[in-house]
């Protein structure tokens, strides 16, 4: 992922590149990355289907290994979709604490420029020898919305994105940001026995 889609990186407002992991205003492009997210309103669109926080995946041997594809996200049902989104963020979360995108980038279609861009991003401040820490992304609500194509869903989902601190290099002054609660749209497409992230921006 090193080196990719400079492009992408601009448009989504991702040349503060810690500020957007922190805040995960990277699809939102939002100035002032001190300032909370805007609280989304609460999900309304026909044929809810609602998750549970988080969960961890399966569990993996190795600790430090990425989380493994959970059964329950196998297949084309709403549930498998749900599942999938669920996979996604705890993946992410793996990705920004350890700095290893390889499990990440997987999940992204070639044409999630977005996907591209938070690989890309997390590849930036590990390489500088930076990090993150904080709990990370949390699932709050997914909706997976009405008339979709099966293999083609669009989900709406609620994530609380907790505070972090994070440095940008090596020995850099430690930075904070607060975190707050977004709404996000992943477009998922079904391919094989899994599924990939086709679009991921922040829901208006």
């Avoid at 939002?30 to 997210?37: D, N």
Wanted: glycine share 8%; net charge neutral; charged share 25%.
């Amino acid at each position: 992922m090193k080196g990719a889609l400079r492009r992408p990186l601009e448009r989504y407002g991702v040349r503060r590149i810690v500020a957007a992991l922190a805040t995960a205003l990277l699809v939102a492009g939002v100035a002032g990355c001190s300032e909370k997210p805007p609280e989304p309103a609460p999900l309304a669109e026909p044929e809810p289907t609602s998750s549970s926080p988080t969960a961890p995946t399966e569990p993996t041997a190795d600790p430090g290994a990425a989380p493994s594809l959970p059964a329950e996200a196998r297949g084309t049902s709403k549930a498998a979709a749900v599942a999938f989104v669920e996979h996604w963020v705890e993946t992410l979360n793996h990705a920004t604490r350890t700095g290893s995108t390889d499990a990440l980038a997987s999940l992204g279609s070639r044409t999630c420029s977005t996907c591209e861009a938070i690989a890309d991003s997390i590849d930036t401040v590990s390489a500088a020898g930076g990090w993150l820490r904080g709990d990370g992304w949390r699932t709050e609500e997914i909706q997976y919305l009405a008339r979709q194509p099966r293999k083609r869903p669009t989900l709406r989902v609620v994530i609380d994105i907790a505070p972090q601190r994070v440095t940008e290099s090596r020995g850099a002054e430690v930075q904070r940001f607060e975190g707050g609660r977004v709404l996000y749209t992943f477009g998922l497409r079904h391919r094989s026995e899994s599924w990939l992230v086709e679009k991921l921006e922040r829901a208006t």
